[in-house]
């Protein structure tokens, strides 16, 4: 598998970057963090317009930055796009030059990516003799994006691509974004501090803190760890998990999901059968029982369960966070006096139950 692998060691007066990381150059990672913490930074670095005193970086073999062998790869010689906070268009250019400006700047040889490719994927081609003056901000970064493209480039990087849109605008190009993955294969770093974004796009995903990394891997397995409640806030610790759509319950308008674990009933959803759908079950969301209960309950999914670990105990602390096993990891809240009743322990046979309303779905892939 192709490797993105990068070490940074840069200090600035109050502030000091030491990132070592080694994610797969393919799909969307996204950095993810508190304000400060160096997301912009950790990527400029990548972009090579940063460039720290003790550093690597490699990607699919290529190195493009090893200080110990004197090796830096400018930015103008990084096969690098990237899409800034800002569309940062030409004023003075309709979205077709703009969209050219990229594709003209690059060797003629490394061109794998074409105009028409660009404005199919991203819906642009009723935009083309416009100016930017004239579009609306999601449209202006759906430009954006495609100049980077057509750069043909090895890595794409996305600084808060969506940060400077309303919710409306998000949830319109976020679609797009998706498509990029499947339709040109290009990887993706992607930096956001919104973890909507984060869960709905991302395949792997780096959590940073104060400069270093805390947790990074496949988002499944850190949004399924229990020592991450510092970084994650409340109503996004829970286990994401992948399903794939099997039946509509138009008289109940439930919709049942397939997982590896066995089924989940949710809220209609208004998606074909056979379709991925990503969904996370908040740890608040989710109950312990010791054995099946012998009376009606209103919870539709009740699912048999293993312990495989019990998070730490703190006095001062009502709650306490239990990873299960239902053929995929999930997380519960539960408080320590249940975890005391049920004398919860690793390897223990349980059942987990979630309310259909408390799934939220997030994606198709």
């Not at 935009?127 to 794409?156: C, F, K, M, N, Y």
């Not at 138009?250 to 949710?266: I, M, N, S, W």
Request: glycine content about 6%; proline content about 6%.
């Amino acid at each position: 598998m192709n490797q993105l692998a990068a070490k940074f060691d840069l200090a600035f007066p109050s502030f000091h970057l030491h990132v070592n990381m080694n994610v797969p150059a393919e799909g969307i990672t996204a950095v993810f963090g508190p304000s400060g913490c160096g997301k912009t930074t950790f990527l400029r670095c990548l972009a090579g317009l940063e460039r720290a005193a003790a550093g690597s970086m490699t990607m699919n073999n290529h190195i493009w930055q090893d200080d110990s062998q004197g090796i830096f790869v400018p930015l103008t010689q990084r096969s690098v796009g990237y899409v800034f906070q800002e569309p940062r268009l030409f004023p003075h250019l309709n979205v077709r030059a703009n969209l050219q400006y990229g594709w003209k700047r690059t060797l003629e040889s490394a061109r794998r990516i074409t105009l028409d490719q660009v404005i199919k994927v991203l819906d642009i081609e009723r935009l083309l003799d416009r100016r930017p003056h004239s579009l609306s901000g999601g449209e202006q970064q759906r430009v954006a994006i495609g100049r980077a493209l057509l750069t043909s480039p090895q890595l794409l990087l996305m600084d808060e691509p969506l940060s400077s849109l309303d919710l409306q605008r998000k949830q319109e190009i976020l679609p797009f974004i998706h498509k990029l993955d499947s339709e040109f294969h290009i990887p993706i770093v992607y930096v956001s501090h919104d973890l909507h974004e984060i869960v709905e796009l991302a395949k792997t995903v780096v959590l940073l803190k104060e400069g270093k990394v805390a947790a990074s891997g496949p988002i499944e397995e850190v949004f399924s760890q229990l020592n991450l409640r510092h970084l994650i806030p409340e109503n996004h610790l829970g286990a994401l998990v992948e399903t794939t759509i099997v039946e509509h319950d138009q008289e109940f308008g439930l919709t049942t999901l397939k997982f590896p674990g066995g089924h989940l009933q949710v809220p209609h959803q208004n998606r074909h059968i056979g379709e991925r759908l990503r969904v996370q079950i908040l740890a608040k969301d989710v109950s312990i029982i010791s054995s099946p209960p012998s009376f009606q309950t209103s919870v539709l999914n009740l699912l048999e369960a293993s312990v495989l670990e019990i998070g730490e105990v703190k006095p001062e602390h009502p709650f306490v966070d239990i990873k299960l096993d239902i053929g995929c990891p999930l997380l519960a809240t539960i408080t320590r006096k249940s975890l005391t009743t049920l004398k919860l322990h690793s390897g223990q046979r349980v059942h987990a139950q979630i309310k259909a309303v408390a799934l939220s779905p997030e994606t198709h892939q």
